[in-house]
């Protein structure tokens, strides 16, 4: 993919999370990607236990609003650093992130999140 493509491969995904929608969010991984956060330091395997995650996750967490701010293209994928508010305006705090994704086509086969609060 080029950089505009990346780019905008990334906002379309990072619309996904903010709308918490998780059928149009695991549209974005292959069936056997594999996905780790802060919260499932094992990692998770498939499309299918990713699913299951983000729907338990999307319910028990407020709204959240991801901003892509920079992507860089590597072999295979990129990496891209976004902002989150979390709750109406990030009146429950705000994040930064950064994504290591590498991709099969344009599937998510390797997703690595990493976050902290500001």
């Not at 780019?7 to 918490?20: E, I, R």
């Not at 969010?25 to 499932?40: E, G, H, I, N, R």
Request: overall charge negative.
């Amino acid at each position: 993919m080029t950089l505009d493509e990346i780019t905008a491969f990334n906002a379309d995904w990072l619309a996904a999370w903010t709308a918490k929608d998780v059928p149009r969010l695991a549209a974005f991984y292959a069936a056997d990607c594999s996905y780790k956060d802060p919260q499932t330091a094992a990692g998770l395997s498939g499309r299918e236990a990713l699913s299951a995650y983000l729907t338990g996750l999307f319910g028990a967490t407020p709204a959240m609003t991801y901003m892509p701010d920079e992507v860089w293209p590597i072999p295979g994928g990129f990496c891209g650093r976004w902002y989150c508010e979390i709750g109406e305006g990030g009146a429950a705090g705000r994040m930064r992130g950064f994504d290591l994704v590498l991709l099969k086509g344009r599937e998510i086969t390797v997703n690595e999140v990493y976050v902290h609060t500001l």
